[in-house]
Each structure stands twice: as C-alpha cells, then as structure tokens.
C-alpha cells in the first residue's frame, strides 16, 4: 500500500510576497499565462517554494504546480463543484 501525502493548506495568497500566477485549465487562459511565465521547475506561493506536481488548497482552490505557473484544478469547497 502507498502512503497518500495529504496537500498542503496555504491559505490565500499575500500579494507582497513571492507567487507564481495561477491561471485556470478549463480555458483559453492558461495558454495565455504560460506564455508569459518563463517555464521553471517550481512555483512560488507567498515565497515558499513547490516542486513541479505540487498540489496546494488555498482553502477555496486546489492548484497544481505546472512549470512555474499554478493551474486551477478543483473548488476545495464541497458545496462547489
């Protein structure tokens, strides 16, 4: 059996702070975004640092870490599809 790592709870982000954008997957935004952000095996939320396949839950959101740039994945609210 593997362990399952629970994702980190990180809460919103701090604009003051270093963070990588987040754009949604759902649309033609990423594409947009990932366009402008160099590609980097990280992404930064209020200046901790992720590995690329990183997940965090902001509380409101779960977001993946794709080469510098967090995509939206999910509502981490269960009354929220």
Known sequence: MSKI????HVGTQVPELKNSPVADDMDDEIYVV???VEEQPVCYY???SYANGSYVNTGAEVLLCN???WVYQSSSDSDKP
């Open 5 to 8: 790592k629970s994702i980190p």
């Open 34 to 36: 990932g366009q402008e």
């Open 46 to 48: 209020n200046n901790k």
């Open 67 to 69: 080469n510098g740039l």
